[in-house]
């Protein structure tokens, strides 16, 4: 007897806003069955750390509430300075060497003590270049960091069932939802409030993963200051819901901030060539909150000439009845995180 696999509501708490999902398995793929968003005050969450765990903890609890979701697991994501992904060769044969070896080896590869991080692996199998041995993708995640996301759940009086990396999150609801020949290189970029996920997939597997600490505030931040505007009236200018005088002087600054956060992905980039030489991105895809500033997408293609598009977490996933949406529509891009940790409830 097979074990019915039981959801999760995926529980994505970003840099400006908590927002969760659950999903069913239907016969042709998933459906979302609940939704429930809520803002969080600036400097809630920053690079990936709860700062006012009262505060987060109250949104999670109302939001859990409002989305009427039947499952009581939750799935978590953690990002930013205290995560590491990497993939190492390992010159060893067999899953009980690899374990032994990474008992010993893995602070090499890692810039925190042992004791300080939970570690995890996955074997991708010999490797391809000309180090002779495994190939095995390490995560490690500091153990306070873990922690403080699943204490502000247990205090919204729900368990994170799952933690997960927010870049692995990313590219499960990205193979949810596109086709791409096994030999294609995608880079998936998700552009938060304050931190930016990129994850360079090929084949299924993360070639390349690196958390930024730059996001959408810098544009509000560069608005509020230039414009003598409050938060929420540099958001709306951000994303051109107010048009008027200001609009001429808007677009030079949007446009400074945006070569500042092309600058950084051109980094990631130039370091993903120098360590695969042979490896070329092929298509580019952006996500999250910032992905709707306008002239993003298009100045990362203009840039680095890879086709470039705004990523679609809902593109083969329909919508139950109880769901807005209106305003699914309208968060579109944000939601790609807690679409990709709601799918964990499938994998276990």
Same mark, same amino acid.
């Given at each position: 007897m097979f074990k019915k696999k039981k959801s999760v509501v995926g529980l994505d708490v970003g840099s400006s806003a908590v927002r969760a999902v659950e999903l069913s398995k239907t016969k042709t793929g998933y459906q979302m069955t609940g939704f429930a968003y809520e803002q969080l005050g600036p400097?809630?969450?920053?690079?990936?750390?709860?700062?006012?765990?009262?505060?987060?903890?109250?949104?999670?609890?109302?939001?859990? /509430?409002? *989305?009427?979701?039947?499952?009581?697991?939750?799935?978590?994501?953690?990002?930013?300075?205290?995560?590491?992904?990497?993939?190492?060769?390992?010159?060893?044969?067999?899953?009980?060497?690899?374990?032994?070896?990474?008992?010993?080896?893995?602070?090499q590869y890692i810039p925190f003590g042992m004791s300080e991080v939970n570690l995890d692996y996955q074997v991708l199998g010999p490797s391809q270049g000309n180090d002779v041995g495994m190939e095995v993708l390490l995560v490690a995640a500091k153990k306070d960091k873990i922690q403080n996301h699943t204490s502000v759940i247990s205090m919204a009086g729900r368990s994170a069932d799952v933690v997960d990396i927010d870049a692995f999150a990313l590219q499960n609801?990205?193979?949810?939802?596109?086709?791409?020949? =096994?030999?294609?290189?995608?880079?998936?970029?998700?552009?938060?409030?304050?931190?930016?996920?990129?994850?360079?997939?090929?084949?299924?597997?993360?070639?390349?993963?690196?958390?930024?600490?730059?996001?959408?505030?810098? %544009?509000?931040?560069?608005?509020?200051?230039?414009?003598q505007l409050d938060f929420q009236e540099a958001e709306d200018l951000k994303l051109g819901k107010t048009g008027g005088s200001e609009a001429e002087m808007v677009m030079p600054l949007l446009e400074s901030i945006t070569d500042m956060l092309v600058m950084e992905v051109q980094k990631t980039f130039d370091f993903f060539r120098e360590t695969y030489p042979n490896e070329t991105i092929t298509r580019v895809l952006v996500c999250g909150g910032t992905s709707r500033t306008p002239g993003l997408?298009?100045?990362?293609?203009? /840039?680095?000439? %890879?086709? /470039?598009?705004?990523?679609? =977490?809902?593109?083969?996933?329909?919508?139950?009845?109880?769901?807005?949406? *209106?305003?699914?529509?309208?968060?579109?891009?944000?939601?790609?995180?807690?679409?990709?940790l709601a799918l964990r409830g499938f994998d276990r």
């Open positions: 400097d809630s969450v920053v690079d990936g750390a709860i700062m006012d765990s009262r505060a987060v903890a109250n949104a999670i609890k109302r939001i859990l /509430t409002q *989305g009427n979701f039947k499952a009581k697991g939750t799935a978590a994501g953690l990002s930013g300075h205290s995560v590491i992904v990497k993939r190492v060769v390992l010159p060893v044969a067999t899953e009980q060497e690899i374990d032994a070896s990474l008992q010993f080896d893995a602070e609801a990205f193979e949810a939802n596109y086709s791409v020949p =096994p030999t294609a290189t995608v880079a998936l970029l998700n552009i938060g409030a304050s931190l930016m996920n990129i994850n360079i997939t090929k084949g299924g597997t993360p070639l390349f993963i690196r958390d930024v600490p730059v996001g959408g505030n810098q %544009y509000t931040d560069i608005l509020q200051k230039e414009l997408a298009d100045k990362i293609q203009e /840039t680095f000439g %890879y086709p /470039t598009e705004v990523l679609d =977490p809902l593109k083969y996933i329909t919508l139950g009845p109880k769901v807005n949406a *209106g305003q699914i529509n309208l968060l579109g891009p944000s939601l790609t995180v807690a679409v990709g």
